[in-house]
């Protein structure tokens, strides 16, 4: 397979299966999960990077336990709409996914996830700095796929 418009990603989806979600970090890698039914995105781990075949396998590994059987990876594209060296970057990472597994992955634009979890975490949540940066990546990841997963409900 290849990466697909998030538009064209459930008909790829084998029946009874959701999706993973990332959020591609420096030195982690925030991951969701939707329920099987692709309607609420929750929050699951939180990944260090180390080396990117182990990465791979740990993500493999959770698609299996929770039923997924694609990938929605947040796209850090700027605000301008341009994309810079973190697009290529996780562009790359998504390709490297492929030449290990044949699987539907898609992109959604993640502009705004990391700012719209910190606020909800600093106002609603009442987390602390130091709590926050435990749960951002991951709540961003929730956000991110939750996105996708309203796209895709939308266009049903």
């Not at 299966?17 to 420096?26: A, I, S, W």
């Not at 396998?57 to 929770?66: D, I, P, Q, V, Y």
């Not at 705004?112 to 990841?141: G, H, P, Q, Y």
Request: glycine share 6%; charged share 30%; net charge neutral.
């Amino acid at each position: 397979m290849a990466v697909v418009d998030v538009t064209e990603l459930k008909p790829l989806l084998p029946a009874r299966t959701g999706l993973l979600g990332l959020d591609l970090g420096e030195k982690t890698i925030g991951v969701a999960v939707s329920d099987i039914s692709l309607t609420i995105a929750s929050p699951l781990e939180l990944v260090n990077k180390t080396k990117f075949t182990k990465e791979a396998e740990h993500l493999f590994s959770l698609m299996k336990k929770r039923d997924a059987s694609g990938i929605v990876i947040g796209l850090p594209v700027n605000m301008d709409g341009t994309e810079g060296p973190r697009c290529q970057s996780v562009r790359a990472f998504a390709r490297n996914l492929l030449r290990l597994r044949d699987l539907p992955i898609a992109f959604w634009d993640e502009r705004w996830s990391s700012s719209v979890m910190n606020r909800f975490l600093i106002e609603e949540a009442d987390l602390t700095r130091a709590k926050r940066a435990e749960v951002i990546d991951r709540s961003a990841a929730a956000y991110i796929l939750q996105g996708a997963l309203d796209r895709i409900r939308g266009m049903e």
